[in-house]
């Protein structure tokens, strides 16, 4: 599992479970942070986050599940395209736009 406790660190592309680490200030992803992560399945995000940058998750195509944290309002064009095996997004919310 990989920890991120600063988002100016890269994710490393053969990544398979990453943890983003709370009480660090990372509040957003910037657009195509995860880009082309194909090994990704799983990431662990903190209630902080609040936005997700375009094309942030795009061709992650072993990204089977991500939560949502509660605090998010903004998810980026083609955010996830090329997620292809992505089965579940789980939301505390019931609207997000």
Avoid: W
């Avoid at 988002?7 to 680490?21: C, G, L, M, W, Y």
């Amino acid at each position: 599992m990989i920890t991120i406790s600063n988002i100016n660190e890269r994710v490393p592309r053969d990544a398979q479970f990453v943890t983003i680490s709370d009480g660090f200030g990372i509040t957003e992803f910037p657009n195509g942070y995860f880009k082309e992560c194909h090994h990704l399945k799983y990431i662990q995000m903190p209630d902080d986050i609040c936005k997700i940058g375009d094309f942030a998750f795009f061709a992650c195509r072993s990204l089977r599940y991500i939560e949502l944290p509660k605090k998010l309002y903004s998810i980026g064009e083609y955010c996830f395209h090329g997620c292809v095996n992505l089965n579940l997004i789980d939301t505390y919310f019931s609207e997000l736009f």
